[in-house]
DNA sequence: GTGGTCTAGACCACG
DNA sequence: GTGGTCTAGACCACC
């Protein structure tokens, strides 16, 4: 369950919060009917504020992920795991999807776009800033 | 030179539109020397807001690509041909880095992600919404 | 005696188990002098955590519902069977004048209301999900 | 589209600027591409705070209701008539059901009911406090 | 000008 | 203790 948000990367970070909590019960490592941190507490972790927080959670809830157990605090659903696996693989493609689209329509062959894919990915594994 | 902005991809309108011009620099579509279009027929082609095309032909300015031509326009400076070949794989390399990066430190394995990306690649052939 | 809480309908659990004894005690259910169920026990019926029923009990006491008797647990009162049968209108009155208020505010004519209130019933007679 | 919001009715602010942003539309008050207020304009208006606004907005948004242009400010989306008008109806039908249900279960008989209505809706009329 | 994000902190409802 | 609501205000991205 530990993480650190970037807030430097374009994405904002109560965005960063819940595709890392719905990447944690995709993988299983956070199950239904676990209690997430608590807002407070999390914040703390991550070093911002709550309402940050509090906010990740929401979007959560809406999207049924997280459950409201009033007075001692949120929980994975039952549903979520199947949500958050199927959200998973989405969430990925379609960011990949993005690029390869912009990258086609303007001339690029798709040798070009592997020996691109090929050097991002040394990249990553080499530590590199994204 | 026909090309469509999607308000709906994250990318704010002013960068596609600058990326757009790039990449048809990196490929020769728009040779050194040459006039892009004016801000308003670009703007009314796009059905952008005139403000935004002026602001990524400023971006380009900025980068060296385009040069004021008082009184005719703007035109595609000698050596934007160089700078854009440069940048096009940088632009795209950037972006999969990013992806690549979120997906791997949320315990994807290569496996998965090349499994994605041949999926995402497929899609874009097919000519699914990104 | 028996009844279940929803703790999705937006009433406060304590609030639901307040009501629910004020009209059990309106209709006779409930005689004045006897006792109701002890913390835990109503606790655990509800499968509820014992400080909401606790809440509830505490609120009753305030209405001169129940009084304590030392020792043996919470009575209701004499006078309870009077009071309880005079708030048991105005609860529910209340919250129709709510709603009510709301939709004819927001121009919906009163036939409308009507037909509203007439479907609303035809499900719950067949049981339909509040 | 001029409405006062209720500090102390229970609702929260935001979801009451929302259901009567709904409930203008479906009523045709606001249609399909018209722009809603600014927040900040709201916000004056209604003498809350801009943040209140904007979360109304935001939930109007995931929704389906409002859809942003960016710089511009925030319009009625094409499917929005349809949706609000469908949950106008929705919304009053199900907090009657809830009471209904509430009054049923506890052995009131659909007479009571019908008389308890009858004077919620006189009381409503006569401007009656909810 | 528009909305979005984030921080900070008060207050309340609930268990 | 938990989360929710609301206020206040700074800063940014976009048009």
């Known amino acids: 369950m530990l993480f650190h948000v970037d807030p430097h990367n374009g994405i904002p970070i109560y965005e960063q919060i819940a595709r890392h909590l719905k990447f944690s019960i995709a993988d299983g490592a956070l199950a239904a009917g676990e209690h997430v941190p608590s807002v407070r507490e999390m914040a703390v972790r991550l070093a911002v504020n709550p309402n940050t927080v509090a906010r990740a959670y929401r979007d959560l809830q809406n999207e049924g992920v997280l459950e409201l157990e009033r007075g001692t605090g949120?929980?994975?659903?039952?549903?979520?795991?199947?949500?958050?696996?199927?959200?998973?693989?989405?969430?990925?493609?379609?960011?990949?999807?993005?690029?390869?689209?912009e990258a086609l329509q303007h001339g690029l062959t798709e040798d070009e776009l592997n020996a691109l894919a090929a050097d991002a990915l040394r990249n990553v594994r080499k530590g590199k800033k994204s």
């Not at 929980?75 to 390869?100: D, H, I, N, W, Y």
Request: aromatic share 4%.
């Open 74 to 101: 949120l929980a994975v659903t039952t549903q979520a795991p199947k949500l958050c696996k199927a959200a998973r693989g989405e969430m990925v493609r379609q960011r990949l999807q993005s690029v390869f689209k």
